[in-house]
């Protein structure tokens, strides 16, 4: 049964990175779409990026207010996900998990259509 692990949250100021790391155990990631979502303290938890290796091809969706500044990539071994954050901003703070949903179902930035979600990393920017 596949697990997630998300590890590389912290405080950074604002205008600086952080890369999140995503690390399936249990399977790989072969066949699935994995997305992150963030949720900021009394707010909706809201999908930011998501991935997927789909035959010859690789699909991704963004959010629009990341887009520019994330970038969500898969190691080759297809068991880790990263989500690279750059130009960090007070808005982004939050919880980010990451989440897959059935295998082989196309990449969606929507929570409800998830099953499987790790416990969560913090990210703190300062202003």
């Known amino acids: 049964q596949l697990q997630l692990a998300e590890s590389g949250g912290g405080l950074v100021q604002s205008g600086e990175s952080l890369r999140l790391s995503c690390t399936a155990s249990?399977?790989?990631?072969?066949?699935?779409?994995v997305t992150w979502f963030r949720q900021a303290p009394g707010k909706e938890r809201e999908g930011v990026s998501c991935?997927?290796?789909?035959?010859?091809?690789?699909?991704?969706k963004n959010a629009d207010s990341v887009k520019g500044r994330f970038t969500v990539s898969r190691d080759n071994a297809k068991t880790t996900v990263y989500l690279q954050m750059n130009s960090l901003k007070p808005e982004d703070i939050g919880l980010y998990f990451c989440?897959?949903?059935?295998?082989?179902?196309?990449?969606?930035?929507?929570?409800?259509?998830?099953?499987?979600w790790g416990q969560g990393t913090q990210v703190t920017v300062s202003s």
């Open positions: 989440a897959t949903r059935s295998r082989g179902l196309p990449c969606s930035l929507n929570p409800d259509e998830h099953d499987t």
């Open positions: 249990g399977s790989t990631f072969l066949g699935y779409a």
């Open positions: 991935i997927r290796n789909f035959r010859n091809s690789v699909e991704t």
